[in-house]
Nanobody
Framework: QVQLVESGGGLVQPGGSLRLSCAAS????????MRWYRQAPGKERELVAG????????NYADSVKGRFTISRENAKNMVYLQMNSLKPEDTAVYYC??????????WGQGIQVTVSS
């Protein structure tokens, strides 16, 4: 069955860095654009970053542009989110998704990122 498993979250101080990883299985990973979303308590879900199936193109929310980098390794069925210069407002549950044209995305279970001193 389809699985997306996020790892690498945790507690970090403002200005610090974290690298989120997402391991995919149960579908042809290299055929799917991938995305990272986040949701903070009391806030709407936000699309943070996306990457095309071959990794040739990326896009970012304005709130993270220049600080976050999405990447993927199709040979390993992995997608990553490198997060630098973290701010308290980056605190959220982060989700990895596989984009499916005309259908709901496949979703991971989410992982908590907390930025606090």
């Amino acid at each position: 069955q389809v699985q997306l498993v996020e790892s690498g979250g945790g507690l970090v101080q403002p200005g610090g860095s974290l690298r989120l990883s997402c391991a995919a299985s149960g579908f042809i990973f290299s055929s799917y654009p991938m995305r990272w979303y986040r949701q903070a308590p009391g806030k709407e879900r936000e699309l943070v970053a996306g990457i095309t199936s071959a990794g040739g193109s990326t896009n970012y929310a304005d709130s993270v542009k220049g600080r976050f980098t999405i990447s993927r390794e199709n040979a390993k069925n992995m997608v990553y989110l490198q997060m630098n210069s973290l701010k308290p407002e980056d605190t959220a549950v982060y989700y990895c998704t596989a984009f499916r044209y005309g259908y709901s995305d496949y979703w991971g279970q989410g992982i908590q990122v907390t930025v606090s001193s």
